[in-house]
């Protein structure tokens, strides 16, 4: 039986604490410390770029959006300078390539040597919407979609209703963090068949 009561009372002493030499009582926790970590926020950003499982509208549209607006912001600074410089040059490289940048190339360097007297003050956004997918690989998209460069002048433009975009994948930034440039972007020539992927 004592040795019971005496296996209780250290048991009790152990839990209870002890006292210190000043005759204050002081706690003895048997249970560690622990410091509970808060989780790192997740943040999954509206504007990622990172192909679905399934591409949709909805993906592509953001894809286009971002280089269109990119294609703006590269306009702007060719507007602000008149003239086209070396990283107008890159920014229009980063999102075009072919037949578009061709293009892209062309009306900057026609309007330049005019001082950009045609062009809105300041030049706007292309307007862009994606209609449907015409085909999509991990690598390529075809794409109808609603295009209107008016935003940019301040003459009348013709949009191009259900123009054909044709993208590909792309690896250049910082200029373009979409992925994607586009190929082809206009209304398809008479008599030919519309751009797909290879």
Known sequence: MRRWLLLISLLAAACGGTANPEGEATTTSLVPEVTILEPAPTTTSASSFEVPAEVDVAYVQRVLKAIYHLDGEATRRAYAAKAIDLEVVARLEALFSG???????KV?????VEGFIEFA??????FVRAVDLIQVTDRCMVVRADLDFRPLFKKRVPPEPQAVIQLRRFEVLPFNPTGWGVVVAGDPDPGQSLKVCK
């Open 99 to 105: 037949k578009a940048l061709a293009g892209a190339r």
């Open 108 to 112: 900057l360097a026609e309007n330049a």
């Open 121 to 126: 003050d300041p030049p706007a956004d292309a």
